[in-house]
């Protein structure tokens, strides 16, 4: 049989299961990727399981989100991070290395490999032809013990790109078109596959840019092929003999397939507040904007930056706009050195900062009270930039540029200019001094963990109860991301392994008493949320499910849920489940109290579960756990799992 990119890779890593659309499979897992905001956690998770080593090909630890040192607990996670790589024996990239996801790609990633990472945009590895996902920490803390990765096959979503991208249109505004036409859930269940003649104007830094934001449509991965474009790749990172070839069999076919025309493309913004408000830049232009922010792992390309400074150079950006560049590695930062863009970019009045995350996740940069910020990141979700009443855009370099010269919204065909041709350098400044080398085993054995005061341990939680009664305490909309559940920011992220103090901002954006009501009856048996379409879109921040679990969260009733975050509260014991008539969202109020009876007879049982809400009826809801899944839930949890595994085996 004909297969297609992602068919192959599921079929060569299939370790259980059979590759039905919806089913769980279980994939083997070559590689994995954390960074240190989830990373902390995945080590705590190793530790707690007594992993002595590793046993994937390669596995990469990150440091570049929490980067801002203004008391110990940044650096404080940054060593114990490095003490966690030496012991586990993983590689360790430095503070100041970069953004995992384009690091990852140059100098680990391989064509026709597998990864989870804890972090979303795992999947931008997928721009050289791996079968890369994003998942909760739990998940990838097994895969790096050697344990399979379960997900539900997708359906594979064919997207042919024909014709060739027009000037001032670059790979942001073709994942920008694909928000445009399907919204933030267009991607959900699915995995993105691009192929078509279209391809050869994408070189696979543009593929990653495409890539990452697949995260943004709620896809469980993108996939591209490993071709001429990816060798060429691998010959420049001077990495040739990693390369392969991998591509779709002719005649493969999709579960679905669409077309998209390059030549007919124009420049594309997400307005506020979600990456799926998309719309031509004409129709914006010449609001005033405060902000242009060039970087993170959505435009980390080194042509995604020559082409500000060619666009700025020997000018002046407008007088009122902060232009802020956020180099996504440090081998971009060394290019742009050599090749004197840098010099442009700050001649124009670009603030650098260092090589990493940064203001993507809220970490620095906030935008002034109800100011225009336009950014090159992936996402826009309410209060993410870390200003509360925030108004941020997602657009490509070129239209972030073009506006930081004119002060307002600008289409870049209306600049006048010529489009600039950029260049890559010919032998980019490849230095590995940063990325530390896993140690021998005998080393690694005698590696203390190095703990600072801010570094607790994860809590045991009691297996799920056969019935509940739990009061609503929250009911929210649609369309909540993670990072309305649990903010990043410079105020929250320094307790990403810290339980105790990051549960207390849980859901602040939204509700800043839901901490105190949650924690006033958690001893009395916890509460439960309602929640709209597509709960828990956005990051893979397992923290999202555990601190409201540790404030007493034992189940969320939601219309539909995002992938990553639905995984997660199935991991810490979260019972996730779905209405089956969207009306019942209407009749469940913030007051109300629901019923949950005999849980261990019937979820391993059937689907349906009855609710009743006390004084009201009862409603039907459903969940979809998979035979393990209901496990882990029975269990309480993930960790509870693995250990009555262990114990069976012993
Ligand atoms: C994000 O882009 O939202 C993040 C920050 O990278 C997250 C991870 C995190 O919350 O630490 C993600 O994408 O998973």
Wanted: aromatic share 6%; charged share 25%; proline share 5%.
């Amino acid at each position: 049989m004909a297969l297609n990119v992602a068919q192959k890779l599921i079929k060569e890593h299939l370790i259980e299961g059979e590759m039905r659309t919806g089913e769980e499979i279980g994939l083997k897992i070559d590689q994995t990727l954390t960074q240190d905001a989830t990373g902390t956690l995945v080590m705590l998770e190793l530790e707690a399981m007594g992993i002595d080593r590793v046993k994937t090909e390669a596995s990469a630890q990150y440091v570049d989100h929490n980067l801002i040192q203004v008391d110990h607990k940044n650096p404080d996670d940054h060593l114990f991070l490095e003490s966690a790589t030496r012991r586990f024996g993983v590689y360790f990239s430095k503070p100041g290395n970069g953004v995992s996801h384009p690091v990852h790609m140059q100098r680990i990633g391989k064509p026709g490999k597998t990864m989870v990472g804890s972090d979303s945009h795992t999947c931008a590895a997928g721009s050289i032809g791996m079968l890369a996902m994003g998942a909760g920490g739990m998940e990838v803390a097994l895969a790096m013990a050697g344990k399979p990765f379960y997900v539900k096959m997708p359906e594979i979503w064919g997207v042919k790109l024909t014709g060739e991208l027009p000037e001032w249109v670059s790979a942001k505004d073709v994942i920008l078109e694909l928000l445009r036409r399907h919204g933030v859930k267009g991607g959900v269940g699915r995995i993105i596959e691009f192929y078509g003649p279209g391809l050869k104007c994408l070189g696979a830094m543009d593929r990653h840019v495409i890539a990452n934001m697949g995260a943004e449509l709620g896809a469980t991965t993108t996939v591209f092929p490993s071709d001429e474009e990816v060798r060429k790749f691998f010959e420049l990172e001077e990495r040739a003999g990693d390369w392969k070839e991998l591509k779709a069999d002719k005649g493969a076919t999709y579960d679905i397939t669409e077309e998209m025309d390059l030549s007919s493309l124009e420049p594309l913004i997400a307005k506020p507040t979600s990456p799926g408000n998309v719309v031509p830049v004409r129709e914006v232009a010449g609001e005033p904007i405060y902000q242009a922010y060039i970087g993170s792992s959505a435009n980390p390309g080194y042509r995604d930056f020559a082409i500000v400074a060619e666009m700025v150079k020997g000018r002046q950006v407008s007088s009122n706009v902060s232009l802020d560049i956020n180099p996504a590695s440090r081998q971009l930062l060394s290019d742009l050195t050599k090749t004197g863009l840098l010099f442009e970019l700050i001649q124009a009045g670009g603030r650098l900062h260092q090589a990493g995350c940064n203001g993507c996740i809220g970490m620095g940069q906030a935008p002034a009270t109800g100011k225009n910020s336009l950014r090159t990141t992936p996402r826009n979700f309410p209060g993410r930039s870390g200003t509360k009443e925030d108004s941020v855009f997602l657009c490509s370099p070129e239209t972030a540029a073009a506006s930081a010269l004119t002060g307002k919204i600008t289409d870049p065909r209306d600049l006048g200019m010529d489009y600039p041709q950029v260049e890559l350098p010919e032998h980019p400044t490849i230095n590995n001094e940063l990325l530390e080398k896993p140690l021998p085993l005998e080393q690694s054995r005698k590696t203390e963990l190095v703990k600072g005061p801010n570094i607790s341990t994860i809590p045991e939680f009691e297996p799920l109860p056969d019935s509940m009664e739990l009061p609503v305490i929250f009911k929210v909309g649609d369309d909540i991301s993670t990072d309305e559940i649990l903010a990043g920011g410079g105020r929250v992220l320094p307790f990403r392994s810290n339980l105790e103090e990051i549960s207390k901002f849980t859901f602040e954006i939204l509700d800043d008493t839901y901490y105190k009501r949650a924690m006033g009856i958690r001893e009395q048996g916890g509460h439960v949320i309602i929640g709209g379409n597509n709960y828990g879109q956005g990051s893979s921040r397992e923290h999202a499910a555990l601190a409201p679990r540790y404030l007493g969260l034992r189940c969320v009733i939601a219309k539909d849920f995002a992938r990553i975050h639905w995984q997660n509260l199935v991991n810490f014991g979260v019972l996730p489940i779905e209405f089956i008539h969207e009306e019942d969202y209407e009749a469940i109020d913030d007051e109300d109290t629901l019923l949950v009876k005999n849980l261990h007879t019937t979820l391993p049982k059937a689907n349906e579960i009855q609710v009743e809400v006390k004084g009201k009826g009862t409603i039907n809801a459903r969940h979809s756990l998979s035979k393990r899944q209901v496990e882990v839930m029975l269990a309480g949890g993930l960790i509870n799992w693995v250990k009555q595994g262990e114990a069976a085996v012993q």
